[in-house]
């Protein structure tokens, strides 16, 4: 069993920044591939990033590409969302969850879900 908190979220003006934290519970979080997913009012949750157990890999949805970076520090169990340039559109509740395979940008290929954190970006 992993328990995911995720913090970090916020107000913030368009074009500014956050940093998403994910802290997870369990000695096998360095084994685990991890995603954040998004969600907004309304709308289906979608994939934002993606990185695998080492953090050599990573991949992220056109949206979000070159504006978001994705890390993780596995000796602190966390995985991190750094997002800059904010968008009005980038408003949801952010979520981080654990892959265990199938489809990278599919929710269903995830578990363990977080509570979320929001983050509200003004215009």
């Known amino acids: 069993q992993v328990q995911l908190v995720e913090s970090g979220g916020g107000l913030v003006q368009a074009g500014g920044s956050l940093r998403l934290s994910c802290a997870a519970s369990g000695r096998t979080f360095s084994s685990y591939d991890m995603g954040w997913f998004r969600q907004a009012p309304g709308k289906e949750r979608e994939f934002v990033a993606y990185i695998n157990w080492s953090g050599s890999s990573t991949y992220y949805a056109g949206s979000v590409k070159g504006r978001f970076t994705i890390s993780r520090d596995n000796a602190k169990n966390t995985v991190y969302l750094q997002m800059n340039s904010l968008k009005p559109e980038d408003t949801a509740v952010y979520y981080c969850?654990?892959?265990?395979?199938?489809?990278?940008?599919?929710?269903?290929?995830?578990?363990?879900w977080g509570q979320g954190t929001q983050v509200t970006v003004s215009s």
């Open positions: 969850a654990v892959r265990f395979g199938g489809i990278m940008l599919s929710s269903g290929s995830y578990a363990y």
